[in-house]
C-alpha cells in the first residue's frame, strides 16, 4: 500500500506526460528528440545507431552519452516515436526515482510510511523535478535510489557486486556521465557503508575488491556506449578541460544554500522575473518544508553521509581528478535530497521517545538502588553495543543507563 501511494503521487506530477504533452524545452526539444529520433530511424533501417549524416558534416550517436542509444528505455521511442518516447521517458524514470528512494530508505531500516515519504520527496524535489527538462541527467540521476538498495545485507559475498554493477551500467546507458559519477559514488559510499557495518569479521580487501567489481563491471556491462564515449572525449574539446569563465558561474556560492528553503528567491521563469545568473534549474534543489524537520529528526549514518558528499560536490568548485564541471554541483544536490530524504523518520517518533524516557528513568532508580549486574563486563559491554546499533529510542536509553548502573556496581 505505501509504495501504491507513492507511484499515485508521481502519476499525479507525470500526468500529462502520459496523456501527450512533450517537452517543448530548448535541450528536450532541438538536442534530445532528433537525436533520438536519428537513432531509431537507424534501428528501423536495420542498422546501428553510429553516426547521424544529416547534421553538418556528421555527429557521433553511439559515441554521444546522451543519445542513449543503447539504453532499454530508447524502446519507447521505437515504439512511439522519440518526440512521445522522451516524455514517457521522462515519467517512466521518474516513477522509478520514487520506487528507488522508496527501496533504498527500507534497505536503511526505515518503516513503510516514512519510506513512501521519502518516495515522494527525492523524484519531485527540485533536484531532480526541476531537471526534468535536460532529460539525460533526469534518468541518470533517477538510479540514485536504486545504486543504494541494490546492495545485499552481507556486500562481503562473492556475488554482492552484481546487483549493484546492473544498475550503474543501466545509469551510464542512460546517457549522462557527469549524473552517472554521482549515481556511481553514492554506490560506492553505500557498499563501503554496509560492509563496515557487518557484524561479521572478514577482509577489508576483500570488500574493496568488491566496489572495484560494481563499477568495473558496470562499465563492461555498458561498454557498447562506455568505449566509443571515452574515444569521442578524448578528441573533444572538452578534453583538455573547460575554461574557468564558462563554468565558474554554475557553481553555486554558499549563500544560495537560502535557495533550499526559498526556491523563488531569485524569482521564478513561471513569473517571467527570474534574476539568477544561470537557469533556474541549475539551482534549484528545495525538498520541501515538510521533509526538512523529519529529516533533521531522522536517522543518522550512510544518508547525512550522502548529504554531506553532496554539499562538497555543490560548493566546491574544481574538485581535484574532477575539474571545474559546474553541472557536477547538480549531482551533488541530488545526494543531498536523497541523504535527506531518506532520512525521514515520523512514526511513532513522540512514543518513542516517551518509552525512551520511562525506561531511562527505571534505569536511573535502578542505578541509584545499588543493583550489580551479573553479567561480566565483557558481556556488558557488548550488550551495549548491540542495544546502540538497535533501531529503538528506548532500547538505547535502556542500555545506556544500565550500562551506568553495571559500571558502578
Excluded: K
Excluded at 536495420?46 to 524502446?75: C, K, T
Excluded at 526534468?132 to 536504486?146: D, E, Q, S
Excluded at 542512460?174 to 557487518?198: R, T
Amino acid at each position: 500500500m505505501p509504495l501504491v501511494f507513492v507511484l499515485v503521487v508521481v502519476l499525479a506530477w507525470g500526468v500529462e506526460l502520459v496523456l501527450g504533452a512533450v517537452p517543448t524545452w530548448g535541450v528536450a526539444a532541438l538536442q534530445i528528440q532528433p537525436w533520438q529520433q536519428a537513432a531509431v530511424d537507424a534501428y528501423r533501417a536495420g542498422r546501428l545507431p553510429l553516426w547521424a549524416s544529416e547534421a553538418g558534416f556528421g555527429a557521433p550517436l553511439a559515441a554521444n552519452p546522451q543519445v542513449a542509444a543503447f539504453s532499454p528505455f530508447i524502446l519507447l521511442s521505437l515504439l512511439v516515436g522519440a518526440e512521445r518516447g522522451v516524455a514517457l521517458n521522462l515519467f517512466v524514470h521518474a516513477a522509478l526515482a520514487a520506487i528507488g528512494a522508496y527501496l533504498a530508505a527500507r534497505r536503511l531500516d526505515l518503516p513503510a510510511w516514512p519510506a513512501a515519504l521519502a518516495g515522494v520527496v527525492f523524484p519531485l524535489s527540485g533536484a531532480l523535478a526541476a531537471r526534468a527538462i535536460f532529460p539525460p541527467f533526469f534518468t541518470t540521476a533517477a538510479w540514485l535510489g536504486f545504486a543504494i538498495a541494490a546492495w545485499p545485507r552481507s556486500p562481503r559475498r562473492p556475488d554482492a557486486a552484481i546487483l549493484p554493477a546492473l544498475v550503474l551500467a543501466i545509469a551510464w546507458l542512460d546517457g549522462h556521465p557527469q549524473a552517472w559519477l554521482i549515481v556511481a559514488v553514492a554506490s560506492l559510499l553505500s557498499g563501503a557503508w554496509f560492509g563496515v557495518q557487518e557484524s561479521r569479521t572478514s577482509s577489508r580487501r576483500f570488500l574493496s575488491l568488491t566496489l572495484a567489481a560494481a563499477v568495473g563491471l558496470g562499465l563492461a556491462l555498458a561498454a557498447v556506449q562506455a568505449v566509443p564515449a571515452a574515444e569521442l572525449l578524448l578528441r573533444s574539446v572538452r578534453a583538455g578541460g573547460l575554461e574557468d569563465a564558462f563554468v565558474t558561474p554554475y557553481d553555486p556560492p554558499p549563500w544560495a544554500v537560502l535557495l533550499l528553503l526559498a526556491p523563488d528567491l531569485l524569482g521564478t521563469p513561471a513569473a517571467g522575473d527570474y534574476r539568477g545568473p544561470v537557469g533556474f534549474w541549475e539551482w534549484c534543489w528545495t525538498v520541501g518544508l515538510l521533509a526538512l524537520p523529519f529529516a533533521a529528526f531522522g536517522r543518522r549514518g550512510l544518508p547525512w553521509l550522502l548529504v554531506a558528499v553532496g554539499v562538497v560536490l555543490a560548493f566546491v568548485p574544481g574538485l581535484p581528478g574532477i575539474g571545474p564541471v559546474g553541472r557536477l554541483a547538480a549531482g551533488g544536490i541530488c545526494c543531498v535530497a536523497l541523504g535527506a530524504s531518506s532520512s525521514l523518520r515520523i512514526s511513532d517518533w513522540r512514543s518513542a521517545r516517551r518509552r525512551g524516557w520511562r525506561v531511562s528513568r527505571r534505569c536511573r532508580r535502578r542505578r541509584a538502588g545499588g543493583q550489580r549486574s551479573s553479567l561480566p563486563r565483557s558481556e556488558a559491554g557488548s550488550s551495549l553495543a548491540h542495544c546502540w546499533e538497535s533501531d529503538s529510542v528506548a532500547q538505547r536509553s535502556c542500555g545506556a543507563g544500565c550500562c551506568l548502573a553495571q559500571r558502578q556496581g
